[in-house]
DNA sequence: GATGAATGAGGGTTCATTCAT
DNA sequence: CATGAATGAACCCTCATTCAT
């Protein structure tokens, strides 16, 4: 790699930091190009030679995040001995709780993105962003459970859905309750879901 | 009422039917003030004397349009004879969502803001949006099945995310699967958390 | 006509006048919609309450001096008793020249646009620019004289074209020769052409 | 010439090629300097070794593509017996603007220019761009022909002037007439300057 | 109360030009 | 010689907000 190419990732690389934290304190329509180009110490212009536009580095970053989320949790995963399909869906839910729990300013941002397009479509096609293929990660799960279930899809979507809308009021505001008040019940109900979307073996 | 309050009122009326459809015709930061007034046939000025900025219409907008579909589903629910606890959640939510699928739009409007915030806090205070008292709708429910909930509180709030968050892509993008193949998975779920919920009687 | 309304007046009239000497000055690509604000006293934004962009204020620039050029010539031929057909037209021609020979400005910024375009399409629609109607004058001027041309249009397309675009050096710059070494040639040689012109009575 | 000087050359042409296309294409106003090297295949550092700016290559590339016009038509007349000082302008006119009606991209961006200042100083200095001397090929014509004329470079001017104006038109909008319309009625209005012009021998 | 003309800060974007490699 | 990343001034235009009428 030369010093030009060097530089240029680390131009990009503060252009996405700078971003991620004026998102993430002000809001998106709050932050304006002047504001990212200048906290990174760049020109106006210069931004340009990275990003298309506002909404095209904000979408870069939600994907980078959001599979950096889920990268760390499979990694931990991985680590483990096989258990249970219930128990590894609910180690990666925890994982993934506990990193936006520590990141509270992460949360907020990924926040309500954290859905069914990031996780259907979390293979990030770019130069850089290094992608994580959740649908076959998946599909792998099921299998070496062997286990049948009716929809598995829909499955995932559901349990999604409800993790993601969530945790949002619980983590960030302890609304209704507190996140640990949540877990229980909440992975109990995974737990129903998957049982009983379970097809008799 | 004078003749000069109907006036207001009516212009009132007219700024937030224009804003919702400009709302949800290109969004909220696409929207400018002298696009609703225009649309309302009204001075650009007038704007302030209602509402002091785009985002309290939009505040007024979604609390008044969610309290109206609550409103709706609770008077179709008040006409039936008593059933079972989760019968009577479950034709509430039912309601709910077939009033969305009619109107695409104020789903997209409504859409992931449909949820605890708007719940817990639907007595919409002001001169004018008529308020429902959701909490207290809830209680009465409750009491009226005569049966004991581990956290009631925790619990409507899971089942009000599971449905916020899962029938927006469903309704409008028939993704994952489409609203008729949700909709039975989703209630079975429902019942299974309110029965997990229930403590011993 | 309301305060209001001459205030407005007022200010379309300063920004024309400014947008004027500027584009006189140096040129429309070197004026900026600032520029022309700010030598009118005027915020930035009031621009565009009155013309649509640079090219807009141009346009009625063009055809509004160009009128003006054009009725004031006229006005002195309605003065004068009838004469011969190419006296006539020597006479508006001539008088034009004068008016541009005084006002090297005007020329400057009319300059190459005093051609086909204008003077066929001359009614400016609009507002407030009173319009002349080129062709109507001319179809009346060869009833008047009550001769007849193989192609009077064409003919008159070749006098403009030749007047307009030798008047510019000349005036400008005495390039080939000074105004009233051109004079004498140029306006034999457009009795010439409409001789020439002329059919057999 | 060394192989460097050589793939100087090419690239210069390069540029110029490049240029004249997007300049005709969309103007010179909207093509960037970026857009030319992008099209030439070189950096755009690179253009600064060749031009000084946008209008300095637009200069070059009129003076050349207007010189090139008069050199091939000049080469044409050269081939052809002696005839009458009239014939031969007319020749030499009617061989431009036949290349012209051919190459309309060539006409729109010679257009305006193919005038005075053209043809008085088509002698490009410059390392490359070959030379045409007007002035002193017109001088020739005349003494050939033996012929006396009041003022030689009026009447020059006066013809070049109106066949520059006329057949922009006329050729590109077929307004007001079309262009073997016109043609006739020019080549008889050229015939009358020339011998108004001539002085009793 | 109602109006809508006026404001001017601020936004996104382009691009000629420079200069280290 | 050639490159192309970086610059930052400058541009056009939008729009929330004010205020005289």
Redesign the interface.
Known sequence: MTKTEENKLQKRAALLESAFELFVDRGI?RTSIADITKKAGLAKGTFYLYFSDKYDIRDKLIAYRAAELFRKAARALAKKPQSSFEDEMIFLIDHIIRQLDKEKMLLNFVS?NL??GIF?HAIVQGTDEIGVDVPQFYQDMLERSGRTFR?P??ML??IV??V???IH?VILYK???ALD??KP??Y??IR??IH??EEAG
Do not use: D, H, R, Y
């Open positions: 329509v309500k859905e069914w259907k929809n899809e829909l979507f559901m859905e409800l993601g809308s969530t009021n609304e209704p309750v008040v949540l019940e909440l109990e109900t129903l879901m009983a979307q």
